[in-house]
């Protein structure tokens, strides 16, 4: 009987991929933990506990008390927000991992769910159909943490035989929870301000293309990687997925065909310089070819979705 932890549950992530697995492996055997308190549904639907990551006696209780077998670990301090305090962000999520790879050795744990991004890319990237094996030098506080964080999963499965899997995953668009502090957010933040007050001003430039995907995708795709059998997992690093990929002028160009009166202004901020060092889009052949990724959303359907979604949520 598999055990999950998930750590950084009330997140964008945390908060849709918990009740998931909880459909999968039963409410009772997906524990769900952040520093935070989490939402509702999470805490009324199975075991849930306020838990700092970087906590490691308290980790170690939680595993063992829990008989914990497999952990997906979310936490961590995203590209935006981490630019504002870049060493406290690196020791959040870099020893938070340290802390996990390091139990799942002590512990002999099955299996560990960890998150990479688009941002372990930098300026010296091809930005277009970006490849899995390319020049990686990210100039963000992020992108070196989860450059650093891949190898690290990478050298725990080698040395140790831990078998981690780790997705770079791209912007992520979803209405359940609000997103964290990244320079993708955008992409989020434009679908409750359409509905709220029918504007948005953009903090990247009309034309700055970035790679993203809708959380249903992206729940998916995790949830397939982790039950893939382990001999079809030949990169131990983390692998390139994505969806769609567009600009803030196309996103906006949707919501107008659903919504006349929508208007867009752009104001970039720092965020620009963060969105113009990473890919505009992604070759996922590997992730295709080795366990099956399939995305379902285009930028229509997601549209579509999440103007009715956040609709329902803001007007109750
Ligand atoms: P988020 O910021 O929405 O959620 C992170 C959660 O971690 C929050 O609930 C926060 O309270 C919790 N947390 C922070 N510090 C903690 C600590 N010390 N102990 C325990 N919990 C702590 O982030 P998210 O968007 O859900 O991202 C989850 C993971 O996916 C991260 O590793 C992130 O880098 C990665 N990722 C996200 C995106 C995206 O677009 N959302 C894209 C690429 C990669
Ligand atoms: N969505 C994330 C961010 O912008 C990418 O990892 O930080």
Redesign the pocket.
Known sequence: MEKLLV??C?????SELTIELRNLYGNENVIA????QAPDDIVESGPFEI????DEKKLGETVDRYKITQIYH?????SGNAEKNPVKSWE?NMQ?LLNVMELAKEKKLSKIFW????AVFGPSTPRVDTPQYTVMEPNTVYGIS?LAGERWLEYYFNKYGIDGRGLR????ISYK?E????T?DYAVEIFYEAVKNSSYECFLDANTYLPMMFMEDAVKATIDIMEADAEKINIRSSYNVAGISFSPKEIAAEIKKLMPEFSISYKPDFRQAIADSWPQSIDDSHARKDWGLRNTYDLKRMTKVMLEEVSKKLKG
């Open positions: 750590i950084g009330a997140g964008q992530i945390g933990t952040d520093i935070k838990l700092d990551v970087l979310l936490a961590a301090i995203l959040i938070s998150p990479s991004s688009i989860k995953y791209p912007g992520l929870t997103a964290g502090g990244g993708t």
